[in-house]
Antibody, heavy 114, light 109 residues
Framework: EVQLLESGGGLVQSGGSLRLSCAAS????????MSWVRQAPGKGLEWVSI????????SYADSVKGRFTISRDNSKNTLYLKMNSLRAEDTAVYYC???????WGQGTLVTVSS | QSALTQPPSASGSPGQSVTISCTGT?????????VSWYQQHPGKAPKLMIY???KRPSGVPDRFSGSKSGNTASLTVSGLQAEDEADYYC??????????FGTGTMVTV
């Protein structure tokens, strides 16, 4: 059974930093690209970032480019999202998602206070 | 990257069908057959219902079907059931490793 377990969310002040983690199990993590998708309270889904299976290729939404960094540790089956210079509009539930958006974690809430 | 356009709401009676549209551009929906649809119940994570325009993941009922014409993709739910009441989102590959989601549609049964 595929499991994606996010952690690292919480309350942070505007301008602060946070690192999200996503522990993957139940599939061959090293073979698949992974993404982060977020959802602001009461709003729709927004794609944030993607990383290739080896970590060599990354891409970001314009709204987070230059502030967020996606990475992965294939030896630990773990995906990361380092978020810097956080803004109030980054407040959202952040989902860890497998390649093709087939499997989703339950999400972790990030709240940025201004 | 602008969000794909979906109607805010759609509804149907049990047993009826409902179709949701997802309109993009020639740079996303119109250019790639990588359109997906997701179902999201309140407080839950999204669930993939359709991928690559019209393919269903294992376990998704065949009441759910997808199609695409030009820059617009569509999701049809036939034989509506109470448990189909949820928010539905589309997504599309937009080139250069970028993706875009739709604005979301609330389906009421």
């Amino acid at each position: 059974e595929v499991q994606l377990l996010e952690s690292g969310g919480g309350l942070v002040q505007s301008g602060g930093s946070l690192r999200l983690s996503c522990a993957a199990s139940g599939f061959t993590f090293t073979s698949f690209a992974m993404s982060w998708v977020r959802q602001a309270p009461g709003k729709g889904l927004e794609w944030v970032s993607i990383i290739s299976s080896t970590g060599g290729i990354t891409s970001y939404a314009d709204s987070v480019k230059g502030r967020f960094t996606i990475s992965r540790d294939n030896s630990k089956n773990t995906l990361y999202l380092k978020m810097n210079s956080l803004r109030a509009e980054d407040t959202a539930v952040y989902y860890c998602v497998s390649e093709g958006f087939h499997f989703w974690g339950q999400g972790t809430l990030v709240t940025v206070s201004s | 990257q602008s969000a794909l356009t979906q109607p805010p709401s759609a509804s149907g009676s049990p047993g009826q069908s409902v179709t949701i549209s997802c309109t993009g551009t020639s740079s996303d929906v119109g250019d790639y057959n990588y359109v997906s649809w997701y179902q999201q119940h309140p407080g839950k994570a999204p669930k993939l219902m359709i991928y690559e325009v019209n393919k269903r993941p294992s376990g998704v009922p065949d009441r759910f079907s997808g199609s695409k014409s030009g820059n617009t993709a569509s999701l049809t739910v036939s034989g509506l059931q109470a448990e189909d009441e949820a928010d539905y989102y589309c997504s599309s590959y937009a080139g250069r490793n970028n993706y875009v989601f739709g604005t979301g549609t609330m389906v009421t049964v």
